[in-house]
């Protein structure tokens, strides 16, 4: 079965850097395209970034544009997200997601999710 | 940036009742529109995709329609496991972009 489990989170000075991790199986990591999402406490989700299946291109929302880098290693079957400059309102949970089979490698909704991963920035 | 608006921001609906939530979009993402479910501490759930596909194992009560700039999600007899926060998304394709709807929470009356 699709397993996606973040890691990577937890309790960071404001300024520093992070990176964000999500271990993926049960299927062919590959084929598809992949999403950061996150959500603030108590807050609706946001979606963050998507990286196309083969790591080709790249897309964020506007609020994290330069300080967000989504990578992936496909011999690994893992996404990354790097954040730099971590602010206050980066506090979230952050949400691993992949796209359905419907819609190949690009943009696509959000058919798995994993469990997320708490990142607190706060000095 | 596409700017997805989901209304009521509450609703309260009496069990077996039929609940209507809406998402509308600042312009066209044709039929790249999905809707999820979020329940305290989990993470949120495909119910439906473009507009109107219900996901692997969702109950047909769930149904989606719409196209364009405006959607809605039917609850057609709310159970007690349907009380939770739902949110739309749109998915199109260019820009490629996910912008999630602010939520409709879905509460008991």
């Known amino acids: 079965q699709v397993q996606l489990v973040e890691s990577g989170g937890g309790l960071v000075q404001p300024g520093r850097s992070l990176r964000l991790s999500c271990a993926t199986s049960?299927?062919?990591?590959?084929?598809?395209?992949m999403n950061w999402v996150r959500q603030a406490p108590g807050k609706g989700l946001e979606w963050v970034a998507l990286i196309y299946y083969d790591g080709s291109h790249e897309y964020y929302a506007d609020s994290v544009k330069d300080r967000f880098t989504i990578s992936r290693d496909n011999s690994k079957n893992t996404l990354y997200l790097q954040i730099n400059s971590l602010r206050a309102e980066d506090t979230a949970v952050y949400y691993c997601?992949?796209?359905?089979?419907?819609?190949?490698?690009?943009?696509?909704?959000?058919?798995?999710w994993g469990q997320g991963t708490l990142v607190t920035v706060s000095s | 940036e596409i700017v997805m608006t989901q209304s009521p921001a509450t609703l309260s609906v009496s069990p077996g009742e039929r609940a209507t939530l809406s998402c509308r979009a600042s312009?066209?993402?044709?039929?790249?529109l999905a809707w999820y479910q979020q329940k305290p501490g989990q993470a949120p759930r495909l119910l439906i995709y473009?507009?109107?596909t219900r996901a692997t194992d969702i109950p047909a009560r769930f149904s989606g329609s719409g196209s364009g700039t405006y959607f809605t999600l039917t609850i057609s007899s709310l159970q007690s496991e349907d009380f939770a926060v739902y949110y739309c998304?749109?998915?199109?394709?260019?820009?490629?972009?996910?912008?999630f709807g602010g939520g409709t929470k879905v509460e008991i009356k």
């Open positions: 997601t992949r796209g359905g089979v419907e819609c190949g490698g690009g943009s696509c909704f959000a058919a798995y």
């Open positions: 998304q749109q998915y199109n394709n260019w820009p490629p972009s996910g912008t």
């Open positions: 312009q066209s993402v044709y039929d790249n």
């Open positions: 473009g507009a109107s």
């Open positions: 049960g299927f062919t990591f590959s084929d598809y395209g």
